[in-house]
């Protein structure tokens, strides 16, 4: 067991409760190579069992783990105390925009919802192929739909959108984001219903271009810029009257 007697003391600061709830502050022992989430699961099991919080593969693969961090949206297993902490001080609350169902854990339902509202479901065509489609690897729209494809789906993006916060009804960059994949997929069945369902004001054009969602994505996505891609998809099918 490491002897930690002679290192200092980290000022933790985490919000407790549900919406209504408030910061709790906790002294930490601070190791070498400490992770957001190593401080976490520290004060659960050391000081107060009743912490609640999630956490999964603790490899950044699942973004389970997402919470703010000194106010901003961060995947804890992969965010290192040394990179955040001010004046020996870590704040720590639940994700933005999202219900706070206790202390760092928020329910990811509405998150999900906006998905399911987007229509951001791959749409099979009516006639099945004898064949697997073959994409090109190199066409346009392919290499469109792949700087998009990697989201994940933790929440970081819609945590920092401040459309989210400003429009309840906003679908948020992670559904938009996964409907310009589909519009750029040329197996999917219905790419201009895709694009109707998101053509409106709770859709791509309340996107303010803030470049928060790409600026914190923990997978170095843009989905300011796929909203773009969907905002010009959108006013071409109007054009040509199938909008």
């Known amino acids: 067991m490491t002897d930690i007697s002679d290192q200092y003391q980290l000022t933790v600061n985490i919000w407790r409760g549900n919406s209504d709830g408030a910061y709790q502050t906790f002294e930490v022992p601070v190791r070498d190579s400490q992770t957001v989430l190593d401080v976490v699961t520290w004060i659960q099991r050391h000081l107060d069992p009743d912490l609640t919080y999630r956490?999964?593969?603790?490899?950044?693969?699942?973004?389970?783990?997402?919470?703010?961090?000194?106010?901003?949206?961060?995947?804890?297993?992969?965010?290192?105390?040394?990179?955040?902490?001010?004046?020996?001080?870590l704040t720590l609350g639940p994700l933005r925009n999202l219900p706070v169902i206790k202390d760092l854990a928020t329910d990811m339902v509405p998150f999900f919802d906006k998905w399911a509202e987007a229509g951001a479901q791959f749409v099979p065509g009516d006639q099945v192929p004898e064949q697997m489609a073959a994409v090109a690897p190199d066409s346009r729209?392919?290499?469109?739909?792949?700087?998009?494809?990697?989201?994940i789906g933790c929440g970081v993006c819609y945590a920092a959108c401040d459309t989210v916060a400003w429009r309840e009804d906003y679908l948020g960059p992670a559904a938009l984001n996964r409907v310009w994949t589909l519009v750029n997929d040329e197996r999917d069945g219905d790419r201009d219903g895709h694009l109707r369902k998101v053509a409106g004001e709770s859709g791509c054009l309340s996107c303010h271009s803030h470049q928060s969602c790409a600026?914190?994505?923990?997978?170095?996505?843009?989905?300011?810029a796929s909203i773009a891609g969907l905002k010009r998809k959108s006013f071409l099918l109007a054009l040509v009257g199938r909008s």
Do not use: F, S
């Open 141 to 151: 729209a392919r290499r469109a739909a792949d700087v998009a494809i990697e989201c």
């Open 215 to 224: 600026e914190l994505c923990p997978k170095h996505l843009n989905p300011t």
């Open 55 to 89: 956490y999964a593969c603790r490899v950044g693969m699942c973004g389970t783990c997402a919470m703010t961090v000194q106010g901003k949206p961060k995947w804890t297993c992969r965010t290192r105390i040394g990179t955040v902490v001010e004046n020996n001080e």
